[in-house]
């Protein structure tokens, strides 16, 4: 089940943190809303709405999931870009996906991350090193994490909901 949960294992991060591993970073960032729609875009609705792993979100709520939760990844960069370590709002991710718009189709969500991730990237390639440190705070944790690990938290994230839809293709025969 860990294997279901956790395709690509969790988020690790060496510190210090290289310029080299940010660049690379932001290269999935860059690339991911594409690769998540060649994905998805060819699947039929019966399957978009098959969960990843048993008690799991379906494709569809995967999806929309990964557009909200940018989103909200994306607000904490400006915040920390215009706050000195700001205390940021957490929600609830799984009260949001039992709302109703994560029964939308797909692609409202697709074409919200193709444009989010077209906006971010151009921010995150203009960031300097010391922008990179800038820090907000996580309400539950207390911990100060800088722009740079957000970053590969974020490009973690993509490749790891990636996984989960991708893993669920090639167990069902559909890729």
Do not use: C
Not at 111 to 128: C, D, F, I
């Amino acid at each position: 089940m860990e294997d279901l949960k956790y395709p690509i294992g969790k988020f690790t991060v060496s510190e210090p943190i290289s310029r080299e591993q940010v660049t690379q970073w932001i290269q999935v960032l860059e690339g991911f809303p594409k690769r998540l729609e060649a994905l998805t875009t060819p699947l039929t609705d019966d399957q978009v709405d098959t969960p990843y792993r048993p008690g799991g979100w379906t494709i569809r709520q995967v999806v929309h999931h990964l557009a909200d939760s940018h989103y909200n990844s994306y607000i904490r960069f400006k915040w920390a870009l215009t706050e000195d370590s700001p205390l940021i709002k957490a929600y609830f991710e799984d009260r949001w996906a039992q709302l109703d718009d994560y029964q939308a189709p797909v692609e409202l969500s697709l074409n919200a991350l193709n444009s989010l991730h077209n906006k971010w990237v151009y921010l995150l390639k203009r960031l300097t090193d010391k922008d990179l440190k800038r820090v907000f705070i996580h309400p539950e944790s207390k911990e100060k994490i800088s722009l740079e690990k957000n970053i590969g938290i974020y490009a973690w994230h993509s490749k790891h909901h990636y996984a989960h839809i991708e893993n669920l293709l090639r167990r069902k025969g559909w890729r």
